[in-house]
């Protein structure tokens, strides 16, 4: 059994998914690189005892770090990024800049009223969307930009789409969980990965200390000390229904407050403890929840229907996109030239058809299929 079980952060309801903002655009497993960059400024960003830390010693740093901290499953892992974090950057931006283009050209860019429309609709759905955007330091006019940007490439990806009401309620009918939202738990744990470490565990938990303070004292799970020993809390409460077997036999059969027995993983043993847990609940259906139904089935009918990732990567491979930035130049010209090749191995598997169009969704080496 792996170290984290499967525990998936599926809801029955059916959210509205951001269509394509990672597709940055799932363009970018080219296999190139850059160095740092210019363009200074002066500005002080931080001091540390006196001494300064300017913007441009950041944006240069920034530019060629070799590795990203990221969260996977409750654990705090340092990565090497596949290119370096500028180029990333500038094939998001380039990826951004065409698709706002393309939506200004097919009269789908979003308006001001429509932002602020979707900003209420959004918060009707999760009175919780602001405040989760607002913890990872976004202003409000930032959150608008992902919100017009999310707009945009939903008014590209369902252009000429229909759902009628009548479909929305034969969906419902068909799908009486929808809005049920499942029994889930909030846990803390401890992992051992040792026979010592399990008895130091057990000696400490048996004086009577508090589970959050052994796991952040001797769990041997990385994440433990900044996470307070908490199970993957960036996920909220966990569905129970998406655990692994074993542990969702063992979550099941705890109370709240109490901790399970030790479960085995490849990787060691670990014990959970059940912080809190929350009961199957019945949702209403409001209209907002309707609505989301109809954006869900007109998107899953307009990515079948709109290519868009092969067109955003045609649309790259043509336009003049000019690097005045020296050391992205290098690396920009490689990836567009591998555009290229791929388009033209692309129209030769689609002989002997006449079409040469070039481009499926798994146009480019990594791209994610939909």
Excluded at 117 to 138: P, R, V
Excluded at 261 to 278: L, M, N, P, S
Excluded at 338 to 349: F, H, P
Aim: hydrophobic fraction near 40%.
């Amino acid at each position: 059994m792996a170290l984290h079980p499967d525990v998936s952060d599926q809801t029955t309801t059916m959210k509205r998914r951001t269509i394509l903002t990672t597709l940055a655009l799932a363009i970018l497993t080219g296999a190139v690189g850059c160095g740092g960059g210019s363009g200074a400024s002066n500005d002080i960003l931080a001091t540390v005892e006196g001494d300064s830390i300017t913007v441009d010693q950041f944006n240069t740093y920034l530019a060629v770090k070799p590795t990203a901290r990221v969260m996977i499953q409750g654990q705090v892992v340092e990565l090497p990024v596949a290119d370096t974090l500028a180029f990333q950057a500038i094939q998001d931006l380039v990826s951004r800049t065409i698709l706002t283009q393309m939506a200004k050209d097919e009269n789908v860019y979003p308006t001001d009223k429509q932002v602020e429309d979707e900003l209420k609709f959004q918060t009707d759905l999760d009175q919780n969307f602001l405040a989760a955007y607002q913890k990872k330091g976004m202003t409000i006019a930032q959150i608008k930009d992902e919100i017009r940007f999310s707009l945009l490439q939903e008014g590209l990806v369902t252009k000429g789409i229909k759902v009628t009401d009548e479909e929305v309620d034969s969906w419902l009918k068909r799908n009486p969980k929808a809005f049920v939202m499942p029994a889930t738990v909030e846990l803390s744990w401890v992992l051992a990965t040792t026979d010592a470490r399990k008895a130091q565990i057990d000696a400490a938990l048996k004086s009577g200390k508090k589970f959050e303070d052994v796991a952040i004292e001797l769990s041997q799970a990385s994440s433990a000390p900044m996470l307070k020993g908490k199970y993957m809390p960036e996920r909220g409460p966990l569905p129970i229904t998406g655990m692994a077997p074993q542990l969702k036999t063992a979550i099941e059969a705890t109370k709240e407050g109490a901790a399970t027995d030790w479960i085995r993983f490849t990787e060691g043993i670990a014990k959970f403890h059940v912080d809190k847990k929350y009961a199957e609940k019945q949702m209403e259906i409001t209209s907002a929840r309707k609505e989301n139904v109809r954006r869900n089935l007109a998107l899953q009918r307009g990515n079948k229907a709109n290519d868009l990732r092969s067109r955003l990567v045609d649309r790259v491979r043509t336009s003049e996109i000019v690097i005045r930035r020296e050391s992205l130049k290098d690396a920009w010209k490689n990836f567009t030239e591998m555009l290229k090749k791929q388009a033209e191995q692309s129209g030769k598997q689609a002989a002997p058809t006449t079409s040469t169009s070039g481009g499926g969704t798994n146009m480019v080496p990594g791209a994610p299929g939909n």
